[in-house]
């Protein structure tokens, strides 16, 4: 059975990779676009949806722990 504090640890995994991961793709590919490589917008347009990725590949782990059948 899942706790309460596994769901909180997630939900701090899931902020603070999410962030970290986020941020440093926003933050090298903005760099690389202010310098004219076009290619820092790879970097930048995906940036939001593979923080939430991480949070949501997570969850489906914790989720994997809850027992079957309706609740």
Do not use: C, D, F
């Not at 309460?4 to 701090?12: F, H, P, Q, S, V």
């Not at 790879?42 to 309706?70: C, D, F, H, S, T």
């Amino acid at each position: 059975m899942v706790t309460r504090a596994e769901i909180l640890i997630l939900g701090l995994t899931a902020g603070v990779v999410g962030s970290l991961v986020g941020g440093l793709m926003l933050g090298v590919g903005l760099g690389l676009a202010v310098n004219g490589a076009h290619i820092g917008w790879l970097l930048v347009l995906p940036a939001a949806p593979v923080a939430g990725l991480i949070g949501y590949m997570l969850a489906r782990k914790l989720a994997k722990q809850l027992p079957e059948g309706p609740l």
